[in-house]
C-alpha cells in the first residue's frame, strides 16, 4: 500500500504527516510505503498511491487520482489520522 502525504513545499507539514501516520499505521498493524511531496509533484509521486493526506487548500490542486485523498485538519492529532486512515482502508 502506497500512502502519501502532500503539502506545499514537501518538506515541513507533509513530513510531520507522514511521521504520524507511520505511528498510526503501525497502531494499527497494517504495514504502507509512505511518501512526504509537495503539490507539484503529486501526479507523478501519488500516481500509485492507494490514499493522499493532505490540508483542505491543497485538494483542488490534486486533481483526478484514483487514490482516496484525506482532508486532515490537524497534523498532530493523531486521534483524526487514525479515525480517517480507519475509515478510508477499511
Same mark, same amino acid.
Given at each position: 500500500?502506497?500512502?502519501?502525504?502532500?503539502c506545499?513545499?514537501?518538506?515541513?507539514?507533509s513530513?510531520?504527516?507522514?511521521?504520524?501516520?507511520?505511528r498510526?499505521?503501525?497502531?494499527?498493524?497494517?504495514?504502507?510505503?509512505? &511518501?512526504?511531496?509537495?503539490?507539484?509533484?503529486?501526479? &507523478?509521486?501519488?500516481?500509485?498511491a492507494?490514499?493522499?493526506?493532505t490540508?483542505?487548500?491543497?485538494?483542488?490542486?490534486?486533481?483526478?487520482?484514483?487514490?482516496d485523498?484525506?482532508?486532515?485538519?490537524?497534523?498532530?492529532?493523531?486521534?483524526?489520522? &487514525?479515525e480517517?486512515?480507519?475509515?478510508?482502508?477499511?
Amino acid at each position: 500500500m502506497k500512502i502519501v502525504a502532500i503539502c506545499g513545499a514537501g518538506i515541513g507539514s507533509s513530513s510531520i504527516l507522514k511521521v504520524n501516520a507511520e505511528r498510526v499505521l503501525a497502531n494499527l498493524g497494517l504495514e504502507a510505503n509512505v &511518501t512526504a511531496a509537495d503539490i507539484s509533484s503529486v501526479r &507523478t509521486v501519488a500516481a500509485d498511491a492507494q490514499v493522499i493526506l493532505t490540508s483542505s487548500e491543497f485538494v483542488e490542486a490534486i486533481g483526478k487520482t484514483f487514490a482516496d485523498v484525506i482532508v486532515i485538519e490537524n497534523y498532530f492529532d493523531l486521534r483524526e489520522l &487514525t479515525e480517517k486512515l480507519e475509515k478510508s482502508l477499511g
